[in-house]
Nanobody, 120 residues
Framework: QAQLAESGGGLVQAGGSLRLSCVASGRAFSTFSNLYMAWFRQAPGKGRELVARISSGGASTYYAESVKGRFANSRDNAKNTVYLQMDSLKPEDTGVYYC??????????WGQGTQVAVSS
């Protein structure tokens, strides 16, 4: 059974930093190193949006305009883990952050996510 476990969220003041981690486990992720992975977030009362994406080898990344220059995506394929370094956090970054496979047709169940709250 495929599982995604996000962690690292918390409450920080504006301008602060957090580093999120996501560990992928289960048979579906036996080919983790071949998968493009992504981070999504869901703000209160809003839908889930794509925040960042990283290629299978980590050489290519994409960021939503709202986080560009502040967030950095990385991965450790030996640990089946992706990371999201979030710096210069803003109150509008508040939400639940999830990781999952980037390609929709390959995407499985969502994990519980990790809550990020940024106070002004």
């Amino acid at each position: 059974q495929a599982q995604l476990a996000e962690s690292g969220g918390g409450l920080v003041q504006a301008g602060g930093s957090l580093r999120l981690s996501c560990v992928a486990s289960g048979r579906a992720f036996s080919t983790f190193s071949n998968l493009y992975m992504a981070w999504f977030r869901q703000a209160p009362g809003k839908g889930r949006e794509l925040v960042a994406r990283i290629s299978s080898g980590g050489a290519s990344t994409y960021y939503a305009e709202s986080v560009k220059g502040r967030f950095a995506n990385s991965r450790d394929n030996a640990k089946n883990t992706v990371y999201l370094q979030m710096d210069s956090l803003k109150p509008e970054d508040t939400g639940v952050y999830y990781c999952n496979v980037y390609v929709l047709s390959q995407r499985g169940s969502w994990g519980q996510g990790t809550q990020v709250a940024v106070s002004s």
